[in-house]
């Protein structure tokens, strides 16, 4: 089921991870690649845990380019392979749902961008959780909330800001 258009949620994530107990995560972690580089099932589960609000079951599912782009052309109808690909069953906790990455792809960017690749991997599986629980992009407000709100998880992990490159473009312009 691809994702579903829902709206943004305004929430404090520093006041609601004060204020709330910590989730709970049923997490079933799948390799579905040959990529020799890809991050270990406690390091997936980091962050997700990093990034989650609510209690959830999660299946990380880590794919060639040929599943990836299967997937986001039979979901999405976009015939490529994607970075991330976020599938919610259910909407209410427990929160349930699939994260899919593409590890071929995550690579190319990580090079391409010049962000070491295990950060890039926190960034998208962040990403996808965030999908997960109600966030998307759609709007240029809802892509900004979104993207604080990442901002702030990946350097709580202690990575550099994801989207500091494509700010300082921006910036420039």
């Known amino acids: 089921m691809p994702i579903r258009n829902m709206k943004s949620r305004g929430k404090n994530f520093k006041?609601?991870?004060?204020?709330?107990?910590?989730?709970?995560?049923?997490?079933?972690?799948?390799?579905a690649t040959h990529t020799e580089s890809v991050p270990a099932r406690p390091q997936f589960r980091k962050w997700i845990k990093a990034s989650l609000?609510?209690?959830?079951?999660?299946?990380l599912r880590v794919v060639d380019?040929?599943?990836?782009?299967?997937?986001?052309?039979?979901?999405?109808?976009?015939?490529?392979?994607?970075?991330?690909?976020?599938?919610?069953?259910?909407?209410v906790p427990p929160l349930c749902g699939d994260i899919v990455l593409c590890a071929p792809v995550i690579e190319m960017e990580a090079?391409?961008?010049?962000?070491?690749?295990a950060a890039h991997y926190a960034h998208l599986t962040v990403h996808?959780?965030?999908?997960?629980?109600?966030?998307?992009?759609?709007?240029?407000?809802?892509?900004?909330?979104m993207e604080q709100l990442e901002t702030e998880i990946i350097m709580r992990l202690?990575?550099?800001?994801?989207y500091r490159e494509s700010r300082q473009r921006i910036e420039e312009s």
Not at 15 to 31: D, G, N, V
Not at 53 to 59: G, S, T, Y
Not at 111 to 117: N, W
């Open 15 to 31: 006041i609601f991870k004060a204020s709330h107990r910590e989730a709970k995560l049923k997490l079933t972690t799948q390799y």
């Open 53 to 59: 609000m609510q209690d959830a079951e999660i299946v």
């Open 65 to 91: 380019s040929i599943e990836g782009r299967r997937l986001n052309r039979d979901f999405r109808g976009r015939d490529y392979a994607t970075n991330v690909l976020t599938f919610i069953y259910h909407d």
């Open 111 to 117: 090079c391409q961008q010049h962000k070491f690749l």
């Open 128 to 145: 996808g959780v965030l999908h997960l629980q109600g966030y998307d992009h759609e709007t240029d407000a809802a892509a900004a909330a």
């Open 158 to 162: 202690g990575h550099d800001d994801p």
